[in-house]
């Protein structure tokens, strides 16, 4: 069984810092690629970043310069650095792992950015 769970979401003020963190279970995990997206209300689904089964990155122009996507093939987690964070980060944060046409995600963990 699959699993993937997200973690390390919450309130924060404009500026500051969370790191989220997605632990997989029942996969290789060293072999797929990994990444974030985000949804805000109202909004589609976008990708904030990925990174690949080895260590190439990408970012979404709007975080680039303040959010790092880093994996570790030893804990099986997929990780998202997320700094100088701004109100309309505001979103619930997917993580998502994919080989070929084969994908799960992980359930959502809220980000709020507010005074």
């Known amino acids: 069984q699959v699993q993937l769970v997200e973690s390390g979401g919450g309130l924060v003020q404009p500026g500051g810092s969370l790191r989220l963190s997605c632990a997989t279970s029942?996969?290789?995990?060293?072999?797929?690629?990994a990444g974030w997206y985000r949804q805000a209300p109202g909004k589609q689904r976008e990708l904030v970043a990925f990174?690949?089964?080895?260590?190439?990155?990408n970012y979404a122009e709007s975080v680039k310069g303040r959010f790092t996507i880093s994996r570790d093939n030893v804990k099986n987690t997929v990780y998202l650095q997320m700094n100088s964070l701004k109100p309309e980060d505001t979103a619930v944060y997917y993580c998502?792992?994919?080989?070929?046409?084969?994908?799960?995600w992980g359930q959502g963990t809220q980000v709020t950015v507010s005074s």
């Open positions: 998502k792992v994919w080989r070929g046409a084969v994908a799960y």
């Open positions: 029942g996969i290789i995990f060293s072999i797929y690629a």
């Open positions: 990174i690949t089964d080895g260590t190439n990155t």
